[in-house]
């Protein structure tokens, strides 16, 4: 699968648009982008996940560029509660065994809203 | 998605022993994965419970440190065997649930357990 890049942390004023990047320069066609998020050791919690097209769904949105080197998670308006690890991960969609389903977990991009 | 749930939701153990922690979800599922997070870290995938056939482990986990069970589709065990203070971690279900009959491809995952080992 291939490797994403995000930042470290990023800080959100509360209400306003949160917008995290993620860089997948070595996708491939058959792989997916996939956003998770992790709030304090909980377990982690699916966003939403795209092939190709952008994806909208109650949670976020998922911005995926032409060349799908790169993608964007929009919180459209961040809460408190929107504080959390935000992991992008990469994964190959066509089914050969198991393996093809292991979720390969980066470091993620810590966000904080702040009031 | 899926309701799963896990037990214990905490332990905190003696070096040397074992713990049993139990993944139970409310829907048949075609896969179900253990993960570990130890303190400050990512997941990493231990292995792939398979029903009716043994777990398939990833590198650097073996069947006798970490025994998995899965006797149904709603169902698995992981044991942490012989437990070290290295093994103090969260560790964490999840699932590929099935759609009506078709198998989806997005994983849910459970609350967690959290292990220190003393």
């Known amino acids: 699968d291939a490797k994403t890049t995000q930042p470290p942390s990023m800080d959100c004023a509360e209400g306003r648009a949160a917008n995290l990047p993620c860089n997948h320069s070595t996708i491939s066609g058959n792989e997916y982008v996939y956003w998770y998020r992790q709030i304090h050791s909980q377990g982690p919690q699916y966003i939403i996940h795209g092939l190709k097209n952008n994806e909208t769904n109650e949670m976020a949105s998922l911005i995926i560029t032409e060349d799908r080197k790169s993608s964007t998670l929009i919180l459209p308006h961040a809460t408190l509660r929107d504080t959390a690890v935000y992991y992008c991960?990469?994964?190959?969609?066509?089914?050969?065994?198991?393996?093809?389903?292991?979720?390969?977990f980066g470091k993620g991009t810590k966000l904080s809203v702040i009031p | 998605s899926a309701v799963i749930s896990q037990k214990p939701s905490r332990d905190i153990c003696q070096r040397g022993t074992s713990l049993t922690i139990q993944c139970q979800v409310d829907s048949q599922v075609t896969m179900m994965f253990w993960y570990r997070q130890q303190p400050g870290q990512s997941l990493t995938l231990i292995a792939t419970?398979?029903?009716?056939?043994?777990?398939?482990?990833e590198s650097g986990f073996v069947i006798d440190k970490f025994p998995i069970s899965r006797p149904n589709l709603t169902f698995s065990t992981l044991t942490v065997s012989n437990m070290s203070p290295e093994d103090s971690s969260i560790y964490l279900c999840?699932?590929?649930?099935?759609?009506?009959?078709?198998?989806?491809?997005?994983?849910?995952f459970g609350p967690g357990t959290r292990l220190t080992v003393l």
């Open positions: 999840s699932v590929l649930p099935y759609s009506g009959e078709f198998r989806t491809d997005t994983q849910y």
């Open positions: 991960i990469v994964r190959d969609g066509s089914y050969s065994g198991a393996g093809s389903y292991q979720l390969t």
């Open positions: 419970a398979n029903q009716g056939s043994e777990a398939t482990y």
